[in-house]
C-alpha cells in the first residue's frame, strides 16, 4: 500500500521549511518560524520555566495517566489569565475546558467537535489568515467562508470590508478572531472594532472563535485581552484556544486550552464535557504534561508569576525595539517608502508588500526565508538581518520599477 504513495502534495508552508533546510549558504536567514530569538539567534528559555521544571523535577511527580481532559488546573490558571480573575463565565461554572497539545490541536479539535454538532456550520476566517487554521478546519470538513481584513495595499486593516462580510454570516457559523498579535499581518482591532464585530456576532447568532496565540507580546498581558474579555461577556456561547508555546517560550513542550463558554441559562455543561472529552480522545487520545505542568507551576507560584511577567515584559520590550529598527532601517534603504506600519503592528509578524514571485527571489537570491504572504518574524531579527532585509526589499522594489517601466515604454 504505502510503496505506491508517489505523489503526496506538498504543503506551500512545510515546503518553504524544505527549501530553507535545504539551501546550503553559511548566512540563510530564517523569518518564517514563529519563535522568539535573543541578539544571538538562540530562542531563549525563561528562568521562570527553567526554575519551575526544577521544582517538579524535585517533588517527583507521578507519570500517570490523565484523562483525555489533560491538566484541569492548567486550564483554570490559563482561563483566568484570559479571562481575568473576576469574569462572571468562570464564577458561573460556564466554561468547559481541556488541556490540548498546543493551540493547533485545540483548533483541529474545535473544528472536529463543532462538524460534529452542526454539519452546516461554517467557519469565517480573515484574509489573509495563518494557512494552518484553514487546513485544520477543512480537514474537519467545515465549509470556510473569508471575511476581508487587511489591506495589503494600504498597509491596514479593512474594517468597513469586514463589517459587510460578517453581516453575511448565520446564526451557528464560527467566526474565527486573533485575540492579539494577528498572524500573519499583526494588525489588530481596535477597541471600537472590537465592540463592532461583537454586534455582528450578537445580531447575526454566529458564534465568536478566539484564538489567542500571543497574550503578552502585543501591548501588555491584560491590554492584548481585552477583546477577548469583551466578547466573552456579551456574547452567549464562545470558542477560546490559547496557546502557551509563545508567552512562556515552551513550544515544543506543546501546551494549550480549549475551552467553550456556555450561556448563563445552560443546564448542560456535564454533557458539553463529556462531549469534548470523547472527541479528544478520539482525535489523539491524550495531550502531553510537561509544558501544562510548567505553567501551572508558574501561574500558581507568586514568585515565578512575577518573574514571568518581568521576563515577557521584556520580550515585548525588545520586539517593540526591533519593530521601530526594522521600519527605520527599511525606510533609509527604501527612499519614500512608509514602513510606519512595521512600527505600528503587534506581536511577532508583518507581511511585506511584495508578490509571492517576489518572495522566491527573496529566498533564491538573498537567501531570505519568509512564509506566505511574504510573512516576517520580526521577533526573530536582528540588526544585521533587519539591513539585509531591507536591502533585499530595496532591490526587489528595483527590479519591480525598472519591469514597469519598460513595459510602459513598450506600450508606448
Ligand atoms: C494564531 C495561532 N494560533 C495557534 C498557533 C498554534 O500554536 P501551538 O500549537 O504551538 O500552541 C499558532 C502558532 O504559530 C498561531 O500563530
Redesign the pocket.
Given at each position: 500500500m504505502l510503496r505506491n504513495l508517489n505523489d503526496h502534495p506538498n504543503d506551500p508552508i512545510e515546503s518553504m521549511f524544505v527549501r530553507l533546510a535545504n539551501d546550503t549558504h553559511p548566512g540563510k536567514i530564517d523569518l518564517g518560524i514563529?519563535v522568539f530569538r535573543d541578539d544571538s539567534g538562540n530562542v531563549p528559555v525563561m528562568q521562570a520555566v527553567r526554575n519551575a521544571e526544577g521544582r517538579l523535577y524535585e517533588r517527583n511527580l507521578s507519570k500517570t495517566y490523565r484523562s483525555p481532559l489533560g491538566n484541569l488546573d492548567y486550564c483554570r490558571r490559563v482561563e483566568t489569565l484570559v479571562l481575568g480573575e473576576d469574569h462572571a463565565a468562570l464564577a458561573g461554572g460556564r466554561i468547559v475546558s481541556a488541556q490540548?497539545?498546543?493551540?493547533?490541536?485545540?483548533?483541529r479539535a474545535a473544528a472536529e467537535l463543532v462538524h460534529g454538532l452542526s454539519t452546516d456550520s461554517a467557519v469565517w476566517v480573515s484574509t489573509p489568515?495563518?494557512g494552518?487554521?484553514i487546513e485544520f478546519f477543512e480537514q474537519a470538513g467545515m465549509q470556510i467562508q473569508s471575511y476581508r481584513y487587511y489591506d495589503s495595499h494600504r498597509a491596514s486593516l479593512d474594517a468597513a470590508g469586514m463589517l459587510d462580510d460578517l453581516r453575511s454570516m448565520r446564526a451557528g457559523d464560527l467566526l474565527l478572531l486573533?485575540g492579539c498579535?494577528?498572524?500573519?499581518t499583526g494588525e489588530d482591532l481596535t477597541p471600537d472594532l472590537w465592540q463592532a464585530v461583537t454586534d455582528v456576532a450578537v445580531e447575526t447568532g454566529a458564534i465568536p472563535f478566539v484564538?489567542?496565540?500571543?497574550q503578552g507580546f502585543g501591548r501588555g498581558i491584560d491590554a492584548d485581552v481585552a477583546g477577548v474579555r469583551l466578547l466573552a461577556s456579551s456574547v452567549p456561547e464562545m470558542l477560546l484556544?490559547?496557546?502557551?508555546?509563545?508567552s512562556f517560550g515552551v513550544?515544543r513542550d506543546?501546551?494549550?486550552l480549549l475551552s467553550i463558554l456556555l450561556p448563563p441559562e445552560a443546564r448542560n455543561a456535564e454533557a458539553v464535557r463529556r462531549k469534548l472529552r470523547d472527541t479528544l480522545r478520539q482525535l489523539y487520545f491524550m495531550a502531553p504534561e510537561q509544558g501544562a505542568a510548567i505553567v501551572n507551576e508558574i501561574l500558581s507560584t507568586p514568585e515565578l508569576e512575577a518573574l514571568w511577567r518581568a521576563e515577557l515584559d521584556a520580550v515585548r520590550a525588545r520586539i517593540i525595539e526591533l519593530r521601530a529598527g526594522l521600519r527605520t532601517t527599511i525606510e533609509a534603504a527604501n527612499p519614500g517608502f512608509d514602513a510606519s506600519f512595521i512600527e505600528r503592528q503587534q506581536g511577532?509578524?508583518s507581511c511585506l508588500p511584495i508578490s509571492a514571485e517576489e518572495q522566491l527571489l527573496m529566498e533564491s537570491r538573498f537567501h531570505i526565508y519568509m512564509l506566505p504572504p511574504a510573512r516576517v518574524n520580526v521577533a526573530a531579527m536582528n540588526r544585521e538581518q533587519s539591513r539585509a532585509l531591507a536591502e533585499a526589499f530595496a532591490w526587489i522594489r528595483a527590479q519591480r520599477a525598472a519591469a514597469t517601466e519598460a513595459s510602459l515604454s513598450r506600450a508606448v
Open positions: 514563529g490540548t497539545p498546543g493551540a493547533g490541536a485545540a483548533l489568515v495563518w494552518h487554521q486573533h498579535c494577528h498572524n500573519p484564538d489567542v496565540a500571543y484556544t490559547v496557546s502557551s508555546s509563545k513550544y506543546r501546551a494549550g511577532m509578524f
